[in-house]
């Protein structure tokens, strides 16, 4: 993956080091909009799950190893995880990743929606950082608030990646931002705050169906960002084959699998079986059209 050759963005909030404090405004009502509220398997955004699984399949890493980390879990989170000072190196490809984001999506609004981007601000933390959807540690993965329009993420957990999994580990952290960044675009199209609004009158089977059709649609919205990644050359053909071959490994199903020693449980699912979320971002990559990522209007997922 070329990253190097992506454009910096400038949207990138470093608090790492700092009080937790400085990347929040203390008048939002954190309470609006808990973290939990786009699913994930113990607190764990969809981002942090997919890289948790992706770095398992492309390192030959038990992701068991990696999903340890999560609140609960038998494995305590290593102090060196939010201590250890990160690499120039690391910041360098966040900001690359997100620049490209913005780059993309400015021209897909432009050309297929016929309106601006308003790229999301992406804050960087150490240890813990209350955001306008409440407080969060390195342990909820890179998660998004649309309460304040950010992407969060703790670089310790990347870090903990590359000590788990190994240095090269770029396509894993890309596809998480990638798959953050699709959920500002749902905020923006104003997606969020409907799907928001009838979880809170549905009973808790159909609320999961929503939260798994606005996970899709990340995922689909990310293969959108990839599709036009690869054109400019920025992504390989093998990167592109593996992100379809990892696509399996982050489903509910197989998560369940993992976890429940087997067992799966459809009516809990939040993010999709493992053949709907390789439909759906092959979706994107293939079309590389945001309205082919309508995960909403079709009864077939």
Sequence with gaps: MKWDEMRESDNVEDVRGGSPDSSSDSSSDSSSF?????????GLGAGGIAIALIAGLFFKVNPAQILGFLPNAKQPAPQALVKQPTKDRDAAFVKSILGDTEDTWGRIFKQQLKTNYQAPK???????????????KTSAGPFYCPADKKVYLDMGFFKYLEATAGSDADFARAYAIAHEVGHHIQNLRGTSNQVRQLKSSSSKVKANELSVRQELQADCLAG???????????????????????????GDDYLQRQSKKGHVIPESFTHGTSQQRVTWFKRGLDKGDINQCDTFATNQL
């Design 122 to 136: 992406l804050v960087l933390f150490d240890g813990s950082v209350n955001s306008a959807c409440g407080s969060a």
């Design 224 to 250: 959108v960002w990839g599709h036009f990644t690869a054109q400019r050359g920025l992504i390989s053909d093998q990167d592109i084959q593996k992100a379809l071959n990892t696509a399996t490994q982050i």
């Design 34 to 42: 808990p973290l939990g509220m786009l699913g994930g398997l113990g």
